[in-house]
């Protein structure tokens, strides 16, 4: 099974901030659980960027929803041969989608972009460095534990290959705790 990189377009990352800020305001007996939901469902793009339903499309041409259950948001992405590119994250229950011809050029970036967020010198937008890959296997098979150093504080940790492209620093970025290097 070939494995993908997964990146999300800058209005994708706005709908899940969005979404996210609302679901821990108002879900206080789940408050994690949208953005537990996306790393799952990001996690699953990059090993089978086949599922969902095809959404059609004359903006994005191969559209595809996947439906995150628990939550009732459409996760709206394409893939090629390499990448999956996250388009947005919209309710289920608006019977609306988001603007997509609106989203064509930030797609067309990203999958420009998409580059191997698992090598050694990759920097994503947070300014986190990859080091090196970690030989600790990581929590969901095949993955890795890779470390990563935060270009402004220094400060070293371990992160998941899938989560390497967005991830914040947990010493000066209020970013998830580390996962152990050893």
């Not at 930030?106 to 580059?115: V, Y």
Request: aromatic share 8%; hydrophobic share 35%; with cysteine.
């Amino acid at each position: 099974m070939k494995r993908r990189r997964v990146v999300t377009t800058p209005e994708a990352d706005e709908d899940a901030r969005r979404i996210d800020e609302w679901w821990m305001e108002n879900r206080g007996a789940a408050p994690n659980l949208f953005l537990e939901e996306l790393a799952d469902a990001l996690a699953l793009l990059e090993m089978e960027a086949g599922v969902g339903v095809r959404q059609p499309s004359r903006a994005i041409p191969g559209l595809r929803r996947y439906l995150l259950r628990s939550t009732r948001y459409h996760l709206y992405f394409v893939h090629g041969d390499d990448a999956v590119v996250v388009v947005g994250i919209w309710g289920a229950t608006r019977r609306t989608t988001p603007r997509f011809a609106d989203r064509v050029a930030s797609t067309s970036a990203a999958f420009a972009a998409a580059g191997d967020m698992t090598t050694p010198g990759f920097v994503n937008r947070n300014g986190q460095e990859v080091m090196r890959v970690v030989d600790v296997p990581g929590t969901e098979q095949p993955q890795r534990v890779y470390e990563l150093r935060c270009r402004s504080c220094a400060h070293r940790y371990g992160s998941r290959g899938s989560d390497n492209f967005d991830r914040q620093c947990p010493a000066c970025q209020d970013g998830a705790p580390g996962m152990p290097l050893a």
